[in-house]
Structure formats: C-alpha cells, structure tokens
C-alpha cells in the first residue's frame, strides 16, 4: 500500500507538471517553443553519441600506451582534438538554447499568470480568500505537502517573479537531465555488455555463468544507492516548500515596514518592528537549519557514492585484466562505459535535491494557478439588474456577509436617482464599505441584484498612487497622454494643490511622500479631471480641515449636477451630511456581535 501511494503522488505530481507546461506548448508561440525544445533534444542525443565515440577512442589510445605505439598515440591525440572541439561547440549551443528555451518560457508564463491575476478581481478576491480560510499557517509537519488547493495561496509576488523562474528552469534541467541519462543507458549499456565477459563462480557445488555481469553489478549499485538517497532526502520535500514560503513572508513584513516607514516611525514602533522581523528572520534560519542538515546527510551520502564508483568497475574487472584476459585500453573502456551506465542509473540520486525543490515549487505554482482558475471565497451571487449602466444607482434583494459567513445586511432594496446626493452613515464595523464594494461588484460574499449607472467613479479610503510620475499618478489608471498639461493642472488647482501643480513629470513615492489630506485631495482632483456623473466615496475628506472640505464637496456636487448624476458618500463627521439631500443609515437589529443591519432612508434635515 504503502508503494501504491507513493506512485499515485507521483503521477499527481507528474500531472500537475504537465498541466502547468502545456499551456506555453500550446500557445500563440508553441512553434518556437517547440522548435527550441527539438533542438535541445537533438543536441542532447549528440552530445550522448560524442561520449560513445570518445569511449570507444579511450580503448584505442589506452592500447597504444600500454603497447608504446608511438604512431598510434600520436593519431589518437588528433583525433581526440576534432572530437573535443565538435563537443564543445554542442554544450555550448545546448547551454545556449536550453537557457533560450527557459527565459522565453519563463516571460510567457509569468505574463500569463499576472493577466490572469489581474483579470476580474482575481487578485482582490484571492487575499480576501486568505482572510476567511481556515487552513493554518503553520503546518504541524513540514515533510509533507498540502493537496492542492487545501491552502489559499500566500504571497503571489513569490509566484510570479521567484517560483515561475525556478519551475521553467528546474524543468528544462531536470527534464532534459532524464532524458540525457535515458539515452546514455540505451547507448552504452550495450558496449557495457558486450565488453563485461560472462562471470563463472561456483557455489554450494553448482557452477553459475553470469553474461554482462558489468551492467547487473551498475543496476545493484545504483538500486542500493536511489533507495539510499530517497530515504535519506525526502524530508527535503517539504522543507523546501516551507522554507519558500518562510522567505516570502519575511520580505513581505520588509516591504511593509518600507511602506508604512512613516507611521512606525512616528508610533516609535521600531523596537516591536525589529522584533516582528527577527521573528520572522528566525523562522526562516530555524527551517533553513533543518533544511541545511538535511542536505548535509544527503550530500554526505551522495558524495561516498559517486568517489566509491569511481573505483568500484576497477575493483570489479580487475581479476580478468591480472589474469590477461583484457588488456588496459579494454579495461579503462569497461571503466568508461561502466561510469556512463552509472552515471545514468545514478541520475535519482545525484538530482534528488534538485527534484525537491522542483515538487515544492510545482506544488506553490499548482495552488497559484488553481486559484486564478477559481478564486477563492464564496461564488458572488450578485445579478446586475436590467437597465444597468442606466442613469440610477440601485440595488434589490441585496445581502452582504463577512467571509465568516455572518451577514452583515440582509434583502436591502436601494435607489438613488440623478441629483440624490446621498450620505451612507453608521456605526464603524457596521459594513458600509462592504456595502461599497457590493455595489461596485467585486465583493464576493453578497447575492441580490444591483444596478450601477454608467460613468462611476469611486474614491477608495485608501487610494492607490502607482510609482512614477505625478502625472501618471494623477491619470490613472487611464494613460496620462489622454489629458493635456493644463487639464492636469486645473485638476490640481481645483483640488486645492496649487503646489503640485508644476511638478508633473516628477516621478516619486506619491504615497509615501504626500501627506494623508494630499492623498485625499489627489484622489479628488483624479475625479475632478476625469468628470464623472456619479461619485461614490468612501471616506473621502476625513483628513481635511472643514474648510478644504466644504469647498471639495461643493465642486464634487457641482460636477455631479452638471454631469446628471448624484455623490453617495459614507462619512462619520455629521458635517458631511449638509452636502447631501438624502441618509441611508445602518441600524442595528438584536444585539448579537456581529449585528445584523437594516438600511433607512430619510432626507437630511
């Protein structure tokens, strides 16, 4: 039984192998990709068949040696020249090609899985999937692995730039490794048994004649040491995977730091930030420790076996070179042709640290590619409803839950029309940002039906400001190009951010380097450029004096009105309501944790 499983994660492993690889085979270029692996298998067989030719030039040069056939010995060095050098050109052209094959690959790969990460949320809903999955972060035994899709995926930057790196590279290598040691054993197992005799022993008084007995005495010997080895390495399985996934966390905490410098520095959370990245740095060395002994006892073992080979043929064929039966060139060809069949047998043991790391990496990019395929959380039951992108903001039969399955609203019904500028107020923690990105679509956890007029925008509590320049920043995600230098300024101006207004082509950290009323401004001199007819914002002002504040929600109405359309708004300050006609306010029913919420609607008085 226990065989049988071991053959089944096998196959599984083999399947997902194959899964992840036909995609770029099967592309727009699989004629290159496949033109480019015909050749790399062309010049492996060649490579193969030069070793066959330099093993027979061994007998022949090794002869004249032992004969002092000076004429001979010279010829052989010549021909040792052309050969040597038609080697070189195809190990080079094979390395060359081989790593052609990998970066192209590699580039496919890695832009199909970021499309695919950032087509339809995907990227969203699959962190949202990491919040409500059960699973532990920390799995009570490191030397076996997940079935795929028993985790939610953690850190897809690792998975696009590190994991799809190594998966092509591991698996050109290894693969095109296999089928080197393949052909090698096809072709020199042969000269191995033509050149091995037959070996006569008697015993217990029966006579034994064993022919080949060269290759029988390779397969023992490499049997005993792939057992060897797989017992010895297979906890490396699972300590790569988890070391990956260790190292990933790490950098991530790094990048928080950077990205939050600020505030930590202005909590004096450098000592507790110290502390949560030495926990983490510990984690990672602490697996890397058993990782590194691990490897020790493999490369221990790994290392006696390939030294013991090299003497083994000349302990085994010594008897019948003493005896005179072959001379020394047919003796170091048995070497040779015995180190070849070897070599190949031995192909397990010399890459199971190699095969480790590629089952964890295949394992991370299975999980990865299997969430993009379904994301995960709950399916989003929401229907749009007819006469969508029409000029009214509604919503029918609406329910929003958490991603613990408690629901939040429940069969809501909403409808604002043009010029109903409305303010969404309740307590915090009640839901109604999540009621925001109901409305927008992409929450995963809601069902009924909603209607989101056309020309939306939404201005996030947080809003995102990409690297670059300030125009891009202030653009996107639309093409700066699409505005001229004075509509960019007048945004600026109009959002009260004169200052900013002649720095356009200053590229920076705009998140980093603008204060929180900046950002907020930036964000609604985003939407004062693009003119939108509906505006949905989520907290929008709370870091503006009431001052900058009024005149923001004066010119967001303003544009609203002239565009036809209307602002929804959730706000704490009660001040925020004055520039609003209705109130949509969540009100708690029971007083179970989490509540359950109703939605009333009431004209602001």
């Known amino acids: 039984m226990i065989w049988f499983d071991k053959l089944a994660r096998v196959r599984r492993f083999l399947r997902q192998v194959l899964h992840l690889s036909a995609p770029y085979f099967g592309s ?13 298998i062309a010049l492996n067989l060649a ?32 021909r040792f020249t052309y050969l040597a050098v038609i080697f070189i050109v195809i190990a080079v052209y094979r390395f060359y090609l081989t790593q052609l094959l990998q970066l ?22 699959i962190e949202l999937g990491r919040y409500a999955s059960a699973a532990p972060a920390e799995p009570a035994d490191v030397t076996h692995l997940p079935e795929p899709g028993q985790r939610v995926p953690d850190n897809p930057d690792q998975r696009l730039q590190e994991d799809v790196n190594l998966f092509t590279a591991q698996t050109v290598g290894l693969s095109m490794g296999f089928l080197n040691a393949v052909v090698t ?78 505030s930590i520095a202005l909590d004096q959370g450098e000592a507790v930030e110290n502390r949560n990245l030495d926990t983490r740095f510990s984690a990672v060395l602490a697996n890397y420790l058993r990782l590194i002994n691990k490897q020790k006892q493999l490369v221990g073992f790994t290392n006696l076996f390939g030294q013991a080979a090299v003497v083994f043929p000349f302990i085994v064929a010594a008897p019948r070179f003493f005896s005179g039966a072959i001379q020394l060139g047919e003796l170091m060809q048995i070497a040779s042709a015995f180190d070849r069949v070897q070599g190949a047998l031995s192909w397990f043991v010399d ?92 929450w995963p956890w ?62 920076d950290n705009w998140t980093q380097k603008l204060s929180g009323g900046e950002q907020q401004r930036l964000a609604i001199a985003r939407v004062l450029l693009k003119k939108p007819a509906w505006v949905l914002a989520d907290e929008a ?11 923001l929600y004066e010119r967001l109405r303003a544009l609203t ?45």
Not at 28 to 40: F, M, N
Not at 104 to 125: E, N, V
Not at 192 to 206: I, Q, V, Y
């Open 446 to 507: 809601a069902e009924g039906r909603v209607a989101l007029p056309a020309h939306s925008m939404f201005i996030p509590q947080r809003p995102y400001f990409p690297d670059g320049s300030l125009r891009d920043a202030l653009a996107y995600p639309e093409p700066a190009a699409n505005y001229s230098d004075e509509q960019l300024r007048q945004a600026l101006q109009d959002a009260l951010l004169p200052r900013l207004a002649e720095r356009l082509d200053e590229r």
């Open 104 to 125: 192209r690959w590699r580039a496919w790969m890695t832009r199909d899985l970021m499309r695919r990460w950032l087509t339809d949320h995907a990227f969203y809903r």
């Open 351 to 442: 890459n199971y640290d190699g095969l480790a790391a590629w089952r964890a990496t295949t394992e991370r990019l299975t999980s990865f590619e299997a969430a993009l395929s379904r994301p995960q959380g709950a399916p989003s039951a929401l229907e749009t409803m007819p006469g969508a992108g029409a000029n009214t903001l509604a919503a029918d039969a609406l329910t929003v839950s958490l991603p613990t399955g408690a629901t939040l609203v429940q069969g809501a019904t909403l409808a604002m029309r043009p010029g109903e500028h409305t303010v969404l107020q309740g307590p915090s923690g009640s839901g109604k940002s999540t009621l925001f990105r109901a409305l927008a679509g992409i």
């Open 541 to 551: 002002t709370s870091a503006l004096d009431p001052e900058a504040e009024r005149t």
């Open 185 to 262: 054993l096809v072709s020199f197992v042969g000269i191995l048994w033509g050149l091995s005799g037959n070996f006569a022993f008697e015993l217990g008084g029966h006579a034994f004649d064993i022919p080949g007995y060269m290759v029988w005495m390779a397969v023992a010997y490499c049997t005993v040491g792939s057992v060897l080895t797989h017992y010895i390495g297979r906890p490396l399985i699972g300590l790569n995977f988890e070391q990956q996934r260790r190292e990933a966390n790490y950098r991530h905490h790094l990048v928080r730091v950077r990205e939050y410098s600020e």
């Open 561 to 605: 009105e002239q565009a036809g359309g209307a602002l929804l708004s959730i706000a704490h300050r009660a001040s925020v309501a004055q520039f609003h006609r209705r109130r949509w306010q969540l009100v708690a029913q029971g007083d179970a944790a989490p509540a359950r919420y109703r939605i009333e609607s009431s004209p602001v008085s």
């Open 47 to 78: 490579a193969v068949y030069m070793l066959v030719l330099l093993n027979e030039w061994n007998r022949t040069f090794y002869d004249a040696l032992q004969n002092k056939n000076a004429a001979v010995f010279w010829t052989q060095l010549g």
């Open 28 to 40: 727009e270029e699989k004629w290159r990709a496949r033109g480019l692996l015909a050749a790399i």
